[in-house]
C-alpha cells in the first residue's frame, strides 16, 4: 500500500507488482552495528566476530520512482517516506526522499523469489545505507513532510557523540574496508609469499582505491581491485607479500569516488567519542606474531 501525500492512494497485489517495470541490481547491505564491539577495545578475534554483519547479492523489484508517479506522489511537500514492515518488532523507518531514485521494492534476491528469513514477498532495498532501513516483509509505504521518530529511530540506531548528545538519522554506510586473508584466528605457514585479500565497500558510491600496510599504517602500497568495481557494492582487493617471518600489522585503507578515505580509530574517536555502537568505519588492524599467528589488535 501506498499512501499520505499522494493524489491516489495504492494498494497492490504481488502479481500487480510483479507485472510492473522491474530493475536487478546488486548491492551490499551492512548492519549499523557492524564493527561495533571495536568502539570499545573489545578484541573479537576473527573478521567473522568484526566485520560479519554484512553480505551482498542481487535484488529485484520496482523502482520506488515507479510506484511513487503511479500514485501521483506530491514530491513538492513529500520529503521523507515512512516504511512498515510485518515484523513483530515493528521495526519501521522513516527515509529520507533524497533516496528515492536508487531504491527498489524488490520481490526477487539472486535469481529466485525472496525467502521469508529475507522478507517474503516483499522488501525495500536502499543502497548505501543501514540495513535497518531495508525494511522486511514490506506492507506499507507512507509519503510524508517530515520523520516519524519511529522507537527504534529515536532510542536505537543513533550515534553517541563525545557530549553526550545522540545524532539521529545517520544511516550512510561510509567507505570501509577489511583484510580477510591473513586475518585474526588464521595461522600463516612459514615465511614467503603471501596473498593479502579483502573487501571493500562504500555508501557514497564506488571504491576508487584500497591501500595496503603491512607495518601498522606507516607505509602504504596499493592494492589490485578485481572487477566489475560497482556502485554501493562489494569490491575484492588483492595484493602481493612476502613476508620475511618477523612481527606485521596488516591494515587496509579503502577510499571512494568521493574522495573520503577511511579513517583511523584515532580519527574516528575524535570526533565520535569512544561509548558508541553504531557507524564504525575505522581502519581494522590484524598483527601477525612470528609463529605465523594472526590475531586482532587496536592500533589508533
Known sequence: ????????????TMDDLMRL??????HFIEC???????WGNVAVPTV???HGMLSCCEFTGVPLKVLLDDAGADLRRGKYLLAEGGDGSGMTRTIPMELADEIIVAWGMNGEMLRPENGYPLRLVVPGVQG???VKWLRRLELGDQPWNAKDETIHY??????????QYTSLQECKSVITSPS??????????YNISGLAWSGRGRVRRVDVSTDGGRNWRTARLETPVLSKCLTRFNLDWVWDGGPAILQSRAIDETGYVQPKMAQL?????????????????????QSGEVSNVHVG
Open 184 to 193: 585474526g584466528g588464521q595461522q600463516m605457514v612459514g615465511k614467503g609469499f
Open 1 to 12: 500500500m501506498i499512501n499520505g501525500l499522494v493524489k491516489a492512494p495504492r494498494v497492490y
Open 21 to 26: 517495470p522491474s530493475v536487478s541490481r546488486m
Open 132 to 134: 535497518v532501513s531495508w
Open 48 to 50: 567473522q566476530y568484526t
Open 32 to 38: 549499523g552495528a557492524n564493527t561495533g564491539m571495536e
Open 158 to 167: 543513533v550515534d553517541m557523540m563525545p557530549d553526550g548528545r545522540l545524532r
Open 269 to 289: 574517536r575524535a570526533v565520535r567519542g569512544t561509548r558508541s555502537i553504531y557507524h564504525n568505519n575505522a581502519i581494522q588492524s590484524w598483527q601477525v606474531a
